[in-house]
Protein backbone atom coordinates (compact mmCIF):
# COMPACT_ATOMS: atom_id res chain seq x y z
CA UNK A 1 0.00 0.00 0.00
CA UNK A 2 3.04 2.57 0.77
CA UNK A 3 4.18 1.69 -2.57
CA UNK A 4 1.12 2.75 -4.24
CA UNK A 5 0.74 5.88 -2.22
CA UNK A 6 3.97 6.61 -3.01
CA UNK A 7 3.43 6.34 -7.04
CA UNK A 8 0.57 8.43 -6.39
CA UNK A 9 2.37 11.52 -4.97
CA UNK A 10 4.91 11.02 -8.29
CA UNK A 11 2.08 11.76 -10.53
CA UNK A 12 0.43 14.86 -9.37
CA UNK A 13 1.74 18.19 -10.45
CA UNK A 14 4.93 19.63 -8.61
CA UNK A 15 2.76 22.84 -7.91
CA UNK A 16 0.39 21.05 -5.70
CA UNK A 17 3.76 19.41 -4.11
CA UNK A 18 5.14 22.52 -3.41
CA UNK A 19 2.52 23.77 -1.39
CA UNK A 20 4.91 25.20 1.17
CA UNK A 21 8.79 26.55 0.74
CA UNK A 22 10.78 23.93 -0.65
CA UNK A 23 13.22 23.22 1.71
CA UNK A 24 17.34 24.97 1.60
CA UNK A 25 18.48 21.56 2.08
CA UNK A 26 18.11 17.61 2.47
CA UNK A 27 19.93 17.00 5.80
CA UNK A 28 20.15 13.20 5.26
CA UNK A 29 20.66 11.60 1.95
CA UNK A 30 23.04 8.31 0.64
CA UNK A 31 24.68 7.28 -2.32
CA UNK A 32 25.10 3.59 -2.83
CA UNK A 33 28.14 2.29 -4.87
CA UNK A 34 26.86 -0.86 -7.39
CA UNK A 35 29.10 -2.74 -4.55
CA UNK A 36 26.96 -1.84 -1.58
CA UNK A 37 23.90 -1.86 -3.59
CA UNK A 38 23.89 -5.63 -4.29
CA UNK A 39 25.05 -6.50 -1.00
CA UNK A 40 21.96 -4.42 0.54
CA UNK A 41 19.80 -5.33 -2.03
CA UNK A 42 20.93 -9.01 -3.01
CA UNK A 43 20.74 -8.22 -6.72
CA UNK A 44 24.27 -8.14 -8.39
CA UNK A 45 22.69 -6.37 -11.01
CA UNK A 46 22.09 -3.11 -9.09
CA UNK A 47 23.26 0.22 -10.08
CA UNK A 48 23.26 2.14 -7.04
CA UNK A 49 22.51 6.07 -6.01
CA UNK A 50 25.29 8.00 -7.69
CA UNK A 51 25.80 11.41 -7.03
CA UNK A 52 23.79 11.82 -10.58
CA UNK A 53 21.20 10.30 -9.90
CA UNK A 54 20.64 12.36 -6.52
CA UNK A 55 21.26 15.98 -8.19
CA UNK A 56 18.41 14.93 -10.49
CA UNK A 57 15.94 14.00 -7.41
CA UNK A 58 17.04 17.80 -5.37
CA UNK A 59 16.76 19.43 -8.68
CA UNK A 60 12.87 17.90 -8.95
CA UNK A 61 12.35 19.08 -5.54
CA UNK A 62 13.68 22.34 -5.95
CA UNK A 63 16.34 21.58 -3.59
CA UNK A 64 19.46 23.20 -3.43
CA UNK A 65 22.28 21.19 -1.36
CA UNK A 66 22.04 17.59 0.48
CA UNK A 67 24.23 16.09 3.16
CA UNK A 68 25.25 12.44 1.83
CA UNK A 69 25.85 9.90 4.08
CA UNK A 70 28.01 7.51 4.02
CA UNK A 71 26.72 4.01 3.98
CA UNK A 72 30.13 2.07 4.49
CA UNK A 73 29.05 1.38 7.81
CA UNK A 74 26.64 -1.41 6.08
CA UNK A 75 29.71 -3.43 5.10
CA UNK A 76 30.13 -4.18 9.23
CA UNK A 77 26.54 -4.99 9.53
CA UNK A 78 25.59 -6.96 12.36
CA UNK A 79 22.46 -8.65 10.89
CA UNK A 80 24.34 -9.70 8.18
CA UNK A 81 27.35 -13.02 8.15
CA UNK A 82 30.98 -11.01 7.92
CA UNK A 83 32.28 -10.08 4.81
CA UNK A 84 35.80 -10.73 3.38
CA UNK A 85 38.03 -8.36 3.85
CA UNK A 86 35.54 -6.11 5.47
CA UNK A 87 37.76 -2.91 6.55
CA UNK A 88 38.86 -2.43 2.70
CA UNK A 89 35.20 -2.12 1.74
CA UNK A 90 34.76 0.32 4.57
CA UNK A 91 37.50 2.25 2.66
CA UNK A 92 36.07 1.60 -0.67
CA UNK A 93 32.97 2.92 0.11
CA UNK A 94 34.14 6.21 2.09
CA UNK A 95 36.38 6.93 -0.86
CA UNK A 96 33.52 6.21 -3.73
CA UNK A 97 31.46 8.63 -1.52
CA UNK A 98 34.18 11.24 -1.60
CA UNK A 99 34.35 10.88 -4.76
CA UNK A 100 31.17 11.38 -6.31
CA UNK A 101 30.00 14.61 -3.74
CA UNK A 102 33.70 15.62 -5.56
CA UNK A 103 31.49 16.27 -8.59
CA UNK A 104 29.24 18.51 -6.66
CA UNK A 105 30.97 20.57 -4.77
CA UNK A 106 28.94 23.54 -4.45
CA UNK A 107 25.86 21.09 -3.79
CA UNK A 108 26.66 17.84 -1.94
CA UNK A 109 28.72 17.62 1.27
CA UNK A 110 29.76 14.58 2.74
CA UNK A 111 30.44 12.57 6.26
CA UNK A 112 32.11 9.62 6.55
CA UNK A 113 30.57 6.35 8.14
CA UNK A 114 31.86 3.29 10.55
CA UNK A 115 31.00 1.08 12.71
CA UNK A 116 32.10 2.49 16.13
CA UNK A 117 32.94 -1.19 17.74
CA UNK A 118 35.21 -2.62 15.29
CA UNK A 119 39.14 -2.74 15.84
CA UNK A 120 39.27 -0.76 12.97
CA UNK A 121 36.95 2.58 13.51
CA UNK A 122 39.87 5.01 15.16
CA UNK A 123 42.30 4.31 12.23
CA UNK A 124 39.27 5.18 9.59
CA UNK A 125 38.13 8.22 11.48
CA UNK A 126 41.72 9.25 11.35
CA UNK A 127 41.70 8.27 7.78
CA UNK A 128 38.27 10.28 6.81
CA UNK A 129 39.91 13.42 8.57
CA UNK A 130 42.59 13.37 6.06
CA UNK A 131 40.28 13.57 3.07
CA UNK A 132 38.93 17.10 2.03
CA UNK A 133 35.30 15.55 1.81
CA UNK A 134 34.95 12.93 4.53
CA UNK A 135 36.64 15.13 6.85
CA UNK A 136 33.43 17.67 7.07
CA UNK A 137 32.05 14.88 9.67
CA UNK A 138 31.00 11.46 11.00
CA UNK A 139 27.94 9.08 10.46
CA UNK A 140 27.14 6.32 12.82
CA UNK A 141 24.27 3.85 13.03
CA UNK A 142 23.45 2.03 16.19
CA UNK A 143 20.87 -0.17 14.43
CA UNK A 144 23.48 -1.37 11.96
CA UNK A 145 26.28 -1.76 14.14
CA UNK A 146 24.29 -3.37 16.53
CA UNK A 147 25.82 -0.48 19.40
CA UNK A 148 23.55 -1.68 22.21
CA UNK A 149 23.21 1.20 24.53
CA UNK A 150 22.48 -1.04 28.07
CA UNK A 151 26.14 -2.31 27.37
CA UNK A 152 28.83 -0.09 29.33
CA UNK A 153 31.80 -1.69 27.12
CA UNK A 154 29.79 -0.50 23.46
CA UNK A 155 29.21 2.88 25.43
CA UNK A 156 32.93 3.30 26.03
CA UNK A 157 33.62 2.61 23.00
CA UNK A 158 31.26 5.07 21.26
CA UNK A 159 32.34 7.69 24.26
CA UNK A 160 36.25 7.56 22.29
CA UNK A 161 34.66 7.92 18.50
CA UNK A 162 33.01 11.00 20.01
CA UNK A 163 35.14 12.06 21.79
CA UNK A 164 38.08 12.17 18.83
CA UNK A 165 35.30 13.00 16.37
CA UNK A 166 35.13 16.24 19.11
CA UNK A 167 39.04 16.75 18.78
CA UNK A 168 38.56 17.02 15.19
CA UNK A 169 36.05 19.00 14.80
CA UNK A 170 33.51 16.49 13.05
CA UNK A 171 29.41 16.86 13.67
CA UNK A 172 28.04 13.66 14.19
CA UNK A 173 24.86 12.35 12.68
CA UNK A 174 23.91 9.21 14.25
CA UNK A 175 20.84 6.74 14.12
CA UNK A 176 20.34 6.43 17.57
CA UNK A 177 17.77 3.68 17.58
CA UNK A 178 19.30 0.63 18.24
CA UNK A 179 18.84 -2.76 16.51
CA UNK A 180 15.46 -3.45 16.20
CA UNK A 181 16.41 -7.17 14.46
CA UNK A 182 18.15 -8.04 17.44
CA UNK A 183 15.38 -6.86 19.89
CA UNK A 184 18.09 -4.43 21.82
CA UNK A 185 16.13 -2.57 24.56
CA UNK A 186 15.59 0.93 23.43
CA UNK A 187 13.28 3.91 25.09
CA UNK A 188 13.83 6.52 27.46
CA UNK A 189 16.23 4.60 29.50
CA UNK A 190 18.59 4.34 26.66
CA UNK A 191 18.09 7.68 25.30
CA UNK A 192 19.59 9.01 29.07
CA UNK A 193 22.76 7.10 28.22
CA UNK A 194 23.10 9.18 25.06
CA UNK A 195 22.39 11.88 27.30
CA UNK A 196 24.72 11.54 29.99
CA UNK A 197 27.18 9.31 28.90
CA UNK A 198 27.92 10.62 25.01
CA UNK A 199 26.63 14.26 24.56
CA UNK A 200 29.22 15.37 26.70
CA UNK A 201 31.78 13.94 24.96
CA UNK A 202 30.98 15.50 21.65
CA UNK A 203 30.53 19.14 23.44
CA UNK A 204 32.27 21.28 20.92
CA UNK A 205 30.72 20.17 17.73
CA UNK A 206 26.96 20.14 16.20
CA UNK A 207 25.49 16.22 16.91
CA UNK A 208 22.35 15.30 14.48
CA UNK A 209 20.23 12.97 15.80
CA UNK A 210 18.03 11.20 12.99
CA UNK A 211 14.39 9.87 12.66
CA UNK A 212 13.53 12.21 15.42
CA UNK A 213 15.80 9.72 17.81
CA UNK A 214 13.52 6.74 15.95
CA UNK A 215 14.25 4.46 12.46
CA UNK A 216 11.77 6.43 10.66
CA UNK A 217 8.05 6.70 11.13
CA UNK A 218 7.03 7.67 14.60
CA UNK A 219 6.16 4.72 17.19
CA UNK A 220 5.97 4.73 20.58
CA UNK A 221 9.77 3.64 21.91
CA UNK A 222 10.81 6.42 19.81
CA UNK A 223 8.69 9.05 21.47
CA UNK A 224 9.85 7.82 25.22
CA UNK A 225 13.56 8.50 23.86
CA UNK A 226 12.70 11.47 22.12
CA UNK A 227 10.80 12.68 25.56
CA UNK A 228 13.94 12.77 27.00
CA UNK A 229 15.36 15.18 24.84
CA UNK A 230 12.46 17.68 25.03
CA UNK A 231 12.52 17.42 28.93
CA UNK A 232 16.39 18.72 28.79
CA UNK A 233 15.24 21.40 25.96
CA UNK A 234 12.45 22.33 28.35
CA UNK A 235 15.52 22.28 31.36
CA UNK A 236 17.51 24.76 29.31
CA UNK A 237 20.30 21.54 29.66
CA UNK A 238 23.65 23.06 28.19
CA UNK A 239 24.24 19.45 26.68
CA UNK A 240 21.72 19.96 23.81
CA UNK A 241 23.45 23.47 23.25
CA UNK A 242 24.48 22.09 19.47
CA UNK A 243 21.70 19.30 19.16
CA UNK A 244 19.69 18.91 16.04
CA UNK A 245 17.02 16.64 14.99
CA UNK A 246 16.05 15.24 11.70
CA UNK A 247 12.76 14.29 10.33
CA UNK A 248 13.57 12.45 8.30
CA UNK A 249 11.33 9.19 7.43
CA UNK A 250 9.33 10.05 10.22
CA UNK A 251 5.91 11.44 8.32
CA UNK A 252 4.69 9.04 5.41
CA UNK A 253 1.85 9.19 3.02
CA UNK A 254 -1.30 8.73 4.93
CA UNK A 255 -0.11 9.75 8.39
CA UNK A 256 -3.21 9.10 10.93
CA UNK A 257 -4.15 12.41 12.63
CA UNK A 258 -3.40 11.24 15.36
CA UNK A 259 0.17 10.58 14.81
CA UNK A 260 0.36 13.32 12.75
CA UNK A 261 -0.79 15.67 16.14
CA UNK A 262 1.81 14.19 18.14
CA UNK A 263 4.25 14.59 15.85
CA UNK A 264 3.38 18.28 15.38
CA UNK A 265 3.54 18.46 19.15
CA UNK A 266 7.14 17.11 19.61
CA UNK A 267 8.67 19.15 16.78
CA UNK A 268 7.19 22.11 18.73
CA UNK A 269 8.86 21.17 21.75
CA UNK A 270 12.00 20.55 20.24
CA UNK A 271 11.53 23.91 18.76
CA UNK A 272 11.19 24.63 15.38
CA UNK A 273 14.61 26.01 14.90
CA UNK A 274 16.69 23.00 15.57
CA UNK A 275 14.46 21.07 13.23
CA UNK A 276 15.70 19.49 9.90
CA UNK A 277 14.10 17.91 6.91
CA UNK A 278 15.51 15.19 5.71
CA UNK A 279 14.69 12.44 3.26
CA UNK A 280 16.75 9.43 3.22
CA UNK A 281 18.06 7.42 -0.03
CA UNK A 282 15.14 6.85 -2.69
CA UNK A 283 14.03 3.04 -2.94
CA UNK A 284 12.62 0.33 -1.24
CA UNK A 285 9.22 1.91 -0.71
CA UNK A 286 11.10 5.38 0.37
CA UNK A 287 10.05 8.11 -1.26
CA UNK A 288 12.14 10.63 -3.44
CA UNK A 289 12.99 13.90 -1.71
CA UNK A 290 9.90 15.75 -3.75
CA UNK A 291 7.24 13.25 -2.81
CA UNK A 292 9.05 12.69 0.97
CA UNK A 293 8.23 16.72 1.76
CA UNK A 294 4.90 16.19 0.47
CA UNK A 295 4.20 13.97 2.65
CA UNK A 296 5.94 15.75 5.42
CA UNK A 297 3.40 18.64 4.82
CA UNK A 298 0.32 16.03 6.21
CA UNK A 299 1.23 17.09 9.74
CA UNK A 300 -0.94 19.75 11.35
CA UNK A 301 2.17 22.32 11.57
CA UNK A 302 0.97 26.14 10.21
CA UNK A 303 2.22 27.38 6.99
CA UNK A 304 4.92 29.67 8.94
CA UNK A 305 5.96 26.50 10.73
CA UNK A 306 6.58 24.44 7.70
CA UNK A 307 8.61 27.60 6.09
CA UNK A 308 11.10 27.62 9.23
CA UNK A 309 12.08 24.09 8.97
CA UNK A 310 12.73 24.45 5.42
CA UNK A 311 14.72 27.26 5.76
CA UNK A 312 16.76 25.90 8.39
CA UNK A 313 20.33 25.15 7.32
CA UNK A 314 22.62 23.22 10.24
CA UNK A 315 25.70 24.56 10.60
CA UNK A 316 27.81 22.39 9.11
CA UNK A 317 26.23 22.48 5.64
CA UNK A 318 26.49 26.61 5.20
CA UNK A 319 28.95 27.44 3.02
Same mark, same amino acid.
Given at each position: ???????????????????????????????????????????????????????????????? !??????????????????????????????????????????????????????????????????????????????????????????????????????????????????????? !????????????????????????????????????????????????????????????????????????????????????????????????????????????????????????????????????????
Amino acid at each position: MRTLAVVALALLPLCSLQSQTAPRVDHHQHLFSPAAAALVSGDSTAAGISANDLIAMLDSAHIR !RALVLSVAYTWSSASRPPVANEYEKVKAENDWTSQQVARYPKRLRAFCSLNPLKPYAMDELARCARDPQLKRGLKLHFGNSDVDLDNPDNVEQVRKIFQVANDRRMPIVVHMRTSISKK !RNYGRDQALVFLNKLLPAARNVSVQIAHLAGAGDYDPTTDAALGVFTEAIANHDARMKNVWFDVTAVVIHGITPEKGELVARRIRQIGLKRVLYGSDAHGGGNPAPREGWAAFQEIPLTGKEFRTIAENVAPYMQW
